[in-house]
């Protein structure tokens, strides 16, 4: 028999699109190749996202097109896997459509769901570990240049930040050993690419411990630095609690260590971050602002969040759009807050504020931003900066895109580089999108 062909769609973060490299590589090993055409798969996947309602609605949407692909051609196994898998369990089977249920711990145990499955016998395993992090396995990657990669540095989380979904669908935190997360990316460096990302829902919170001591993220961070000049650094997410200066002033000792943080604040109110169990204040919130800019006043600052949690009030509302005037983020992630089942919010507080406010208070954050970010744009009009080149602009085929140190997007006049290369360029202009630059010594 033949190889048989596996098509995966994956949705929410980038620790989904890590862990579909990883389900890839686990299939790969037992005779699935991947394909990128629906119509041509034996196997269908979904990798899913369970952060927000309408995440779980698209899912139950797509669920019931993999039910006319398998109308088609019976024999097709559609299986759910990823958080959604993980929050809903049996429940996923009831409509019939779906022949496996795999939560985020399971990957391994992926084949044997796929050959278990008969009509009408449908197998589920979403069963959370203590200790999966998948170490020794080598992703298959899914970018497309070969150029810029994730890696998982921990897995879980064990903030019970009381909005949140992530702790229940992901289990507990636990970190993967940094051997083998270097081990990942001198492979990666290797191979050509040019840039990792270490992911995690709170990297700050990495820790190892061996015979040989201790390592935590900053340490992490400066062993992958220092594979190679050559190689930039990113990482992700980083939680205002944990942030400590020794991380920063550890950034700001390589320059390959990318100058962009992303530091979810979710509420600029005390009191909304008290009931969020965010467990940190504003005023804590904007010291750790301030050591950044001190140690890295060219650094990005960007930002999570949430309108319309529990009881917020227009004063908490207010508090929100001042702290995002007082840091200018650079960019933000903006979200309607989403009654999540089994949360501590859904369990304690009222989901109260009308939708109709939420909207308005949502469009007045992402209307600031919008601002900020054109501002934050506009001040690096007249700088330079050195771009690893992603490939052609979207736009315009004769110019090429790549990103700044600071994760801005720069466009530029282009026929000789290519993806993967660094070029330095001098900003002229900007949307509130994209840095448009020209290429200079
Ligand atoms: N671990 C990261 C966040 C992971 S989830 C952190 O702690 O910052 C990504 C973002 O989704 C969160 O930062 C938050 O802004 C948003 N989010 C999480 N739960 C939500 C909910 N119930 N409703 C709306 N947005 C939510
Ligand atoms: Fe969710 Fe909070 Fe954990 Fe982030 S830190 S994943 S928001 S519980
Ligand atoms: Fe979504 Fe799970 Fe990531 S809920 S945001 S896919 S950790």
């Known amino acids: 028999m033949g190889r048989k062909k596996l098509y995966i769609e994956t949705y929410g973060c980038q620790m989904n699109v890590s862990d579909t490299e990883v389900i890839f590589a686990i299939m790969a090993g037992r005779g699935y190749d991947r394909t990128e055409d629906i119509t041509d798969a034996d196997i269908i996947l979904a990798n899913t996202c369970s952060i927000r309602d309408n995440a779980e609605q698209r899912i139950h949407g797509r669920i019931e097109q993999f039910a006319k692909e398998k ?146 993220f900053a340490d992490l961070l400066a062993m992958v630095a220092d594979v190679s000049p050559e190689l930039r650094v990113r990482f992700s997410t980083s939680h205002p609690k944990d942030i400590s200066d020794k991380l920063i ?109 939420k909207t308005r208070r949502l469009n007045e954050i992402i209307e600031l931003q919008n601002r900020l970010g054109l501002e934050s744009n506009k001040r690096d009009v007249g700088k330079t900066f050195t771009v690893l080149v992603e490939g052609p602009s979207k736009r315009n085929a004769d110019e090429l895109c790549g990103r700044a140190s600071n994760n801005k997007m720069c466009v530029f006049p282009d026929k000789v580089h290519k993806a993967g290369d660094y070029v330095n360029v001098e900003v002229l202009s900007c949307t509130s999108a994209t840095l448009i630059c020209k290429l200079t010594r």
């Not at 009509?119 to 170490?135: F, K, N, R």
């Not at 492979?187 to 411990?209: C, I, M, P, R």
């Not at 979710?266 to 001190?294: C, F, N, P, T």
Request: hydrophobic content about 35%.
């Open 249 to 357: 002033e550890t950034m700001a000792s390589r320059s390959n260590i990318c100058r962009c943080i992303h530091l979810p604040v979710q509420s600029g109110s005390d009191r909304m971050l008290e009931k969020m169990r965010r467990r940190y204040s504003r005023e804590w919130y904007l010291g750790r602002v301030a050591k950044i800019r001190k140690e890295m006043p060219d650094c990005a600052i960007t930002t999570d969040i949430i309108a319309g949690f529990c009881s917020e009030t227009e004063e908490d509302h207010r508090d929100t759009l001042s702290i995002m005037e007082e840091v200018g983020y650079d960019y933000a992630y903006m979200f309607q807050y989403s009654e999540r089942p089994g949360t501590l919010a859904a369990r304690n507080y009222p989901d109260d504020v009308p939708p109709e406010v």
């Open 71 to 216: 109308k088609q051609r019976p024999g097709v196994i559609v299986g759910i896997v990823g958080c959604m898998a993980e929050r809903l369990k049996e429940a996923l089977l009831d409509s019939g459509k779906v022949d496996i249920v795999a939560g985020p711990d399971s990957y391994r145990n992926l084949p044997t769901l796929v050959d278990a499955v008969r009509p009408g016998h449908p197998q589920i395993d979403v069963m959370l570990s203590h200790e999966e992090t998948y170490a020794d396995i080598s992703p298959v990657r899914m970018d497309k240049n070969g150029v810029s990669a994730f890696v998982s540095i921990m897995r879980g989380c064990n903030n019970v930040c009381s909005y949140c979904v992530v702790p229940y669908t992901r289990g507990a935190e636990r970190s993967r050993d940094p051997r083998t997360i270097v081990r990942e990316v001198c492979e990666l460096h290797a191979a050509g690419y040019k840039e990792v990302t270490l992911l995690g829902q709170n990297v700050d919170s990495y820790f190892w411990k061996s015979k040989e001591g201790t390592v935590d």
